[in-house]
């Protein structure tokens, strides 16, 4: 009887297949049934190397053998997983196996993986794809009912092929050449380079010089304190002519370069009398989008500290283990548009309705007024911003599945929470505020006061008290035409600020929108929506930066060591 092969990227994704479609009896390390063999690499198999008679030794890394660019590449095992390439080749050459079943991760390095392994053992058999968003029974279930063709992929594995390739030839002759630089006086001096660790290294470094070199300059604010019928406020005398910043980055409004200025006017202010002027303004919020892997790692390391890795981590055992997220690896902040019913379903879980025995009820308390809320008032609706087939790559946003959560840890809980409340906060109306601006003139001289009140919360009712701690409250309130008296009038010195260092969180935004300030616009335009290296790449781009002793961790702050700079 003729059998299907199924290979998945890692072990445990194998054994969460054979549990979902039942059947199947476990041999060592690979399961198989009565229509299945299915087995898993574990990860990357087989690595890039040069073929043999064009390579270069270690010891002989110099100028005059660069660059290395070889008219073909081969394949190496990596040498402590060849057993399990050895099994799957020999699974993919039995008799009985006529077709293969690429179950490895949804994306672009799971392809790379599974092609890899195909080429390597001379596979002429037909291939469908396996194309999870989420690891629950019944996604998987869903998934095998409608597998792709192996030929509708091949965009992506040819993506694949080339990403691997661009990134050896770079590594390889931007790594010799630096460290045959390096070595020329003498010794041995590894200096790795990479086609977006290179780059990205870069950006650090250049902030780090133009912290080193920057200057501080003196400045000075002027705030008044202005006391009517209803109590004090307070308001910051500003430059109504000013433009912009022009050529200085550091100008503002409400900057005085000249204390004398400051002087002059805070006599001139002080204990007089003038009327006020307020422009009162409703304003909306809408929430925030969903999350794609890239902002859920930026708030992560923002709100908890947690590394790039680590979020990842988190994230895929959520999606993995718990199977209580979609998939994580994803640029995407969007939901398919026919997506509205699973949506919905959704919600019911987080209820607690149909949440099946032994979850934790404690968790789903929480959102359960919220998703029932918003499953009462019709809220899950077409919408855009939300349900957008233009907007879903590979995969679309990160969101809750089905399964209500059981037992996870609390880092995991904290990263669940993270995504549940997003996901509930994107169907809630926008808030709404009412921003006053209140312009006070002391003779002829206008200071700025602003207030902003929560009128309507919306989506922040989702975050609770949280959301709020930036509300400024309401202003005293002043009658049409009250003189107001000028109590006090302080004049502050300050003086400009370098630019922060890098914490992972504002280098991962780096990460996405670097290209943007570039001269060439040919260059820029290519860069557009692409930034450096992938949201599924850019942890570990990180990671290699400060295992290679590039970087340095400092509490949240990246600093650039004396090697970085060199």
């Excluded at 202010?269 to 999350?291: A, F, N, R």
Aim: glycine share 8%; aromatic share 8%; hydrophobic share 40%.
């Amino acid at each position: 009887m003729s059998k299907k092969l199924i290979i998945t990227e890692k072990p445990s994704v194998a054994a969460d297949l054979a549990r979902a479609l039942g059947g199947f009896v476990r041999h060592d390390d690979y399961f198989e049934s009565d229509t299945y063999v299915l087995s898993s690499a574990i990860g990357h198999l087989l690595e890039l190397v040069c073929p043999e008679e064009y390579e270069v030794k270690r010891g002989k890394w110099s100028f005059a053998h660069l660059p290395v660019i070889p008219p073909q590449f081969a394949l190496q095992p990596i040498v402590k997983t060849e057993s399990r390439l050895k099994l799957l080749v020999r699974l993919i050459k039995r008799k009985d196996v006529t077709g293969l079943i690429n179950a490895c991760d949804a994306g672009r390095e799971g392809e790379l993986i599974f092609n890899y392994i195909t080429q390597h053992a001379g596979n002429a058999k037909p291939v469908d794809r396996l194309w999870l968003q989420s690891m629950t029974p019944q996604a998987i279930k869903d998934g095998f009912s409608r597998l792709r063709s192996g030929a509708e992929m091949r965009g992506l594995g040819d993506a694949a092929v080339c990403r691997s390739e661009s990134d050896w030839l770079v590594g390889i002759n931007g790594t010799r050449a630096m460290t045959a630089f390096n070595s020329k006086t003498g010794g041995f001096h590894l200096t790795t380079v990479g086609r977006v660790q290179t780059p990205t290294l870069a950006l650090i470094v250049d902030r780090e010089d133009r912290i080193r070199k920057f200057k501080p300059r003196a400045y000075w604010e002027l705030e008044g304190i202005f006391s009517c019928q209803a109590g004090d406020y307070r308001g910051r005398w500003f430059d109504e002519k000013f433009k912009g910043k022009d050529e200085d980055e550091h100008a503002r409004a409400d900057r005085l370069w000249d204390e004398q200025r400051g002087i002059q006017l805070q006599q001139k202010c002080l204990g007089k009398c003038d009327v006020v002027s307020d422009e009162t303004k409703t304003s909306t919020q809408l929430s925030p989008l969903l999350y794609d892997l890239t902002s859920l790692q930026r708030e992560a390391n923002g709100r908890f500290g947690f590394s790039a890795k680590a979020t990842l981590g988190l994230a895929q055992a959520l999606y993995e283990k718990h199977k209580v997220l979609t998939y994580p690896r994803t640029d995407s902040r969007a939901l398919p548009e026919d997506y509205l019913p699973t949506v919905s379903s959704t919600l019911s879980m987080l209820t607690g309705e149909g949440a099946g025995k032994g979850h934790d009820e404690a968790t789903l308390a929480r959102y359960a007024p919220f998703a029932q809320h918003i499953l009462a008032s019709n809220w899950v609706a077409p919408n855009k911003r939300i349900f957008n087939n233009a907007k879903v790559s590979d995969h679309f946003a990160i969101i809750p599945t089905l399964q209500a959560p059981k037992h996870l840890s609390e880092p995991e809980a904290k990263l669940y929470d993270m995504v549940v409340k997003r996901f509930l906060a994107v169907f809630y109306p926008a808030a709404e505020y009412l921003i006053t601006t209140r312009i006070t003139r002391v003779e002829g001289e206008p200071f700025k006061t602003e207030g902003k009140v929560l009128v309507n919360p919306g989506w922040l009712a989702v975050y609770g008290r949280e959301a709020q701690e930036g509300d400024e409250g309401n202003l005293v309130a002043v009658a049409a035409g009250e003189p107001v008296h000028t109590e006090e009038l302080v004049l502050n010195a300050q003086q400009t600020k370098p630019p922060a260092r890098y914490s992972e969180a504002s280098l991962l935004t780096a990460m996405e929108g670097a290209g943007k300030a570039m001269d060439d616009e040919e260059l820029r335009a290519a860069m557009a929506g692409r930034g450096l290296g992938t949201p599924a790449t850019r942890a570990q781009i990180i990671e290699n930066l400060l295992s290679e002793q590039y970087l340095l961790r400092e509490s949240r702050e990246l600093l650039p060591t004396a090697k970085a700079f060199r």
